[in-house]
C-alpha cells in the first residue's frame, strides 16, 4: 500500500530521464518540474506488484473536480505501462503536485468518464492522440482521489 511518504524512498523508474526529473521535483520541494511549456506534471507513487517495493514516476496530469487524472499511454506500447499494472494490484498511491503530498485512491475511469477525460487530457498533451493511433489496447485514463 503506497503513501505519501514512500515518495521520498521509492525506486525511480527506469527511463533515466523521468528518473531524473523526478528526484529534481522531490529535492526541490514541487517547485522545479511541476510546470514545463504549460504542462503539468505531478509524482506517483505505487507499490510493486510483485516486490512489494515502493517505485515512483513523473507523470503528465490534468484535473476533474478534487481529482487528478493521468494517462497510462507508455507512448502507445502495446502493454500497459509498470506504474498502471501496480495500482490495478493495489490502488493505493502517494502523490506529490508541486509542494502538495498526499495519499490517494486510485481508479480507473468509467467507460461514460472516459471520453470526456481523453479529450481533456489531449489537449493538454497532443501526442497522446498519437499514441493511442500506435496500439490496439484502449489506453486507460486514471482519477486519482485524495484521501487525505
Do not use: C
Not at 505519501?4 to 518540474?33: C, F, I, K, M, P
Not at 506534471?41 to 516486490?51: D, E, I, K, W
Not at 490495478?88 to 502538495?100: F, K, L, N, T
Amino acid at each position: 500500500m503506497a503513501v505519501a511518504d514512500d515518495l521520498d524512498h521509492a525506486t525511480d523508474s527506469q527511463w533515466d530521464w523521468v528518473a531524473e526529473q523526478t528526484r529534481t521535483y522531490l529535492a526541490s520541494g514541487g517547485t522545479e518540474g511541476h510546470e514545463s511549456n504549460g504542462v503539468y506534471t505531478l509524482v506517483l507513487a505505487t507499490t510493486g506488484g510483485r516486490t512489494g517495493i515502493p517505485r515512483r514516476t513523473g507523470l503528465i496530469y490534468g484535473t476533474a473536480g478534487e481529482d487528478f487524472v493521468v494517462v497510462a499511454s507508455k507512448g502507445g506500447a502495446d502493454e500497459d505501462p509498470a506504474w498502471f499494472k501496480n495500482l490495478q494490484a493495489d490502488p493505493s498511491v502517494g502523490v506529490q503536485v508541486g509542494g502538495r503530498r498526499f495519499t490517494a485512491r486510485a481508479r480507473v475511469a468509467s467507460p461514460a468518464e472516459r471520453e470526456p477525460l481523453w479529450l481533456q487530457m489531449a489537449r493538454i498533451f497532443p501526442l497522446y492522440d498519437e499514441y493511442a493511433q500506435k496500439t490496439d489496447r484502449e489506453i486507460p485514463i486514471v482519477l486519482l482521489t485524495p484521501q487525505d
